[in-house]
């Protein structure tokens, strides 16, 4: 550390604010993918979560495939929903733990808008994979062909809706030592239209139902929201961190 | 420029104990107000209080005049924060670190901006390893080096000089110093003595209440 070489050089003023915000978003989105891709272990388990419970399915119900064709949509719905919501605890509390998060808030950008970017970042490692892998798992409880595309796709649009609804939750109880059952409890309720209509899609994809009915509830559940829970998720951080 | 923190009746109780009540305090350009005060005497809850972070208080905080709560963003976009902990991610590499800061502040900045930030800071040849395998002080510096790639006018910082060895406290010292000569203010917490300077003036917290000295 050397002395200050311009010491009469003048401060600058601060600039415009909004000018920034996209390059804090992306540089945000940028870290938080950088972050979980440096420790693969927690990108890869609620994937390997989700593997299991599915595979240990049809071991522990009956391999018939007319049963599992029945419950697949229900259970892979289950399944892939636990293994994000299992994902959740650590969204902020790694922030929070090493001081970046007050930083965070203390960036003259909306925090709102940062946080998104932060949710972003959760779903392309978490609900998307999960979103990509279930048509395999499909063909294990012998879902019918057809259904796939649907399954994956109303996966899709369904853990993005979770992981902004559950980024409230991950964002209320930050401060909360092991909050990670009171997290399952206050989000869990708040899942469960998003299972309905999800599982939903599915199983009317297998029966020749309207699948574009569920599938638009489930766009209408995630434009709800992106809407409302960036506002909520800083609201919640705030109150956090302010005690 | 204009910078002015002003506290007015300040008063904070945390589990039935006032940490400190009818503050009155004032920060301008020009500066360094140094809290002092034994461990748990409310210095880092002064300092989130005025950096705006804490709304659990009485009394009212004042930005160039304004309440914190209106002047909100225009006091951000001035105010330099470095708190207890550094907010340096291990598993990045200095630069990484950097470039989010940088871009948190709205600005792109580039990789010889940066580079030469961390030099200044004594971390030259550390630039491209993982944070986790550079000592606390270094990790300290890292975040330090915040104070030369983001020119803020309001410097707050939470025991900067923890960790740093004697050479750097020097530089600190002295870094604190040119900033208040450019204009700047600093509100400082620390165990270390600073230099008697005509721009420092203490404030000691202790049993129930603060002592803003000359």
Known sequence: MSKAESRTAPLPEAGEASVGLAIAWRATLHRDLMLRLRRPGEVLNPLAFFALVITLFPIGISPAASLLATIAPGLLWVAALLAALLSLDGVFRDDAEDGSLEQLLLSPQPLSVLALAKVAAHWLLTGLPLALMAPLLGVMLSLPAGSYGVLALSLALGSASLSLIGAIGAALTVGVARGGVLLSLLVLPLYIPVLVFGAGAVQAAIQGGNVAAHLAILGALLAAALIFSPFAIAAALRISLNG | ?214
């Open chain 2, 1 to 214: 420029m204009s910078l002015r923190l002003q506290a007015r009746r300040l008063a904070c109780e945390r589990d039935d104990r006032w940490l400190f009540r009818d503050l009155d305090l004032e920060i301008r350009a020009g500066e360094i107000l140094r809290v002092e005060g034994p461990n748990g005497s409310g210095k880092t809850t002064l300092l989130k209080i005025l950096s705006g972070q804490l709304m659990d208080h009485e009394g009212e905080v004042l930005w160039n005049g304004a309440p914190l709560r209106r002047a909100r963003r225009d006091f951000l976009a001035n105010l330099l924060y470095l708190g207890h902990a550094p907010g340096v991610k291990t598993a990045l590499t200095p630069l990484e670190n950097l470039a989010w800061y940088q871009a948190l502040a709205g600005e792109r900045g580039d990789e010889p901006t940066r580079l030469a930030a961390l030099e200044r800071f004594g971390l030259a040849g550390f630039e491209d390893l993982p944070a986790a395998q550079l000592s606390a002080g270094q990790q300290r510096r890292v975040a330090l080096a915040r104070l030369e790639l983001t020119p803020r006018p309001l410097w707050v910082l939470d025991e900067p000089f923890t960790a740093i060895d004697r050479d750097g406290v020097i530089a600190l010292e002295a870094r604190l110093e040119a900033h208040t000569e450019r204009g700047g203010g600093v509100l400082v917490t620390t165990h270390h003595e600073l230099r008697a300077s005509t721009r420092l003036r203490r404030l000691a917290l202790g049993e129930g209440g603060g002592d803003v000295e000359g």
